[in-house]
């Protein structure tokens, strides 16, 4: 619950980041579109003011040597016919028709130029002067012209907004390699997690293979002594004290197989079958509905009559605590990918629901270890399944069980640890 909050912090934060980014990326923009507005139109109105000082002066060609970029240059009287020219400039009919009375810089894309156009003396309302640093022109009913080149304002221009443009992708990949370090820094931890509950269950497991050596063998020599003095009728009962302890003793013996090899010898094998071969011996109720289609796995025995064995004891244990005789529900389904396996109880159901029951040495039974569930989930996992264990709507607890389906080692092989 604490990671996915975290996980939707981080995510949120950098969502927030990148946009808000992004609208200052967008504000700067404009705020630098308008300041160069601003500044081409001061510093043409600028050049225009020297043009025509010039003009006055007589020295308009050295202006043009000077300033380069000047690419056409026309005064034009108050009928659109020209008085002075330079370079490319528009035509009578051209002034006339393009650009009467505008007092905007036009960009034409097609010379790659900027078109300045300004009325200078009368003709009404529109401008009539034109004054740069308090400097005053006064022409009657005028039409100034004035081409620039902007190639170098456009590769100025162009290499702004590239170098801006970047700052919106270098966010997004930077933000992309911290999710990445994030997902893999909680890979990592998830593996130490994994190696740390590996190393209490190999202490577990020895410590319990220990203690229960030592009661079993008093349990065999004291059962065998039984079946010497007892009648020929209760000694066949005994049959399956004989069958649960060899069990015991062979899971003893291998219990520290079991953690280093998940997987074992997996073999294929009927899930319904086996389930009803493990239940056989036991004395107690049980209900099997077989939903399924094909219930054929491809799983260790041991391993897998361990699950069970796990999942129908602590079911048991849980009806006995809350004094239930209904029977246990044994439910098997099929998906596309797993056989999947409900072992459900009527009893006390799980008493701490936020708490990983699967964490080794976690159990609410006063007899219990708290090593069952940790192994079982070792085994389907390995084999690429899952387990769920959840309270029922009216009482008790569901342990369902995905198994994955295969029919070759291979198949179910591929999470080998």
Do not use: W
Not at 238 to 249: A, H, S
Not at 392 to 401: E, I, P, S
Request: glycine share 6%; with cysteine; net charge neutral.
């Amino acid at each position: 619950m604490k990671k996915n909050i975290l996980k939707g912090l981080l995510l949120g934060f950098s969502i927030t980041v990148y946009f808000s980014f992004n609208i200052i990326f967008f504000l700067l923009i404009t705020g630098h579109i308008k300041k160069e507005k601003i500044y081409i139109n001061y510093n043409i109105e600028k050049l225009a003011f020297r043009i025509l000082e010039a003009n006055r002066e007589g020295v308009l060609e050295d202006i043009f040597d000077y300033y380069r970029e000047i690419k056409g240059f026309a005064i034009y009287d108050s009928r659109f016919e020209i008085e002075l020219g330079y370079g490319d400039y528009f035509t009578e009919e051209e002034i006339y028709d393009f650009f009467l009375g505008n007092v905007e810089i036009i960009f034409d894309k097609k010379s790659n130029s900027f078109i300045f156009l300004r009325q200078i003396g009368g003709m009404g309302n529109i401008r009539s002067v034109t004054g740069i640093n308090g400097n005053i022109l006064r022409y009657s009913d005028k039409i100034l012209f004035l081409k620039i080149d902007a190639y170098n304002y456009q590769k100025n221009r162009i290499l702004y907004f590239m170098m801006l443009s970047l700052f919106p992708i270098i966010l997004l990949l930077l933000i992309i390699v911290l999710a990445l370090l994030y997902r893999k820094n909680e890979s990592y931890k998830i593996k130490i997690e994994e190696h740390q509950t590996l190393a209490k269950l190999g202490e577990a497991s020895r410590t319990l293979a220990h203690e229960i050596k030592n009661p079993l063998g008093a349990i065999n020599i004291q059962l065998g002594y039984l079946k010497k003095i007892a009648p020929e009728n209760i000694v066949k009962e005994f049959g399956v004290f004989e069958y649960e302890l060899d069990r015991i003793k062979s899971i003893t013996d291998r219990i520290g197989d079991f953690l280093r090899d998940p997987l074992g010898f997996p073999q294929e094998f009927n899930v319904i079958n086996y389930i009803n071969e493990i239940i056989k011996n036991k004395k107690y109720r049980f209900i099997i509905e077989d939903n399924t289609i094909d219930a054929d796995i491809f799983f260790d025995k041991r391993r897998f009559e361990s699950i069970i064995e796990n999942a129908l004891n602590n079911a048991m244990e849980s009806q006995d605590e809350a004094e239930n005789i209904d029977p246990i529900k044994i439910i098997a389904d099929n998906s596309k990918d797993f056989v999947i396996i409900s072992i459900v109880d009527k009893g006390i159901g799980l008493r701490d629901k936020g708490k990983d029951i699967f964490q080794p040495y976690y159990t609410t039974k006063t007899k219990g270890s708290g090593i069952g569930l940790s192994i079982v989930k070792r085994f389907i996992e390995a084999n690429g399944g899952k387990i769920e264990i959840y309270n029922n709507d009216d009482r008790g607890a569901t342990a369902k069980l995905y198994i994955k389906k295969g029919k070759t080692k291979d198949e179910n092989t591929d999470c080998r640890r």
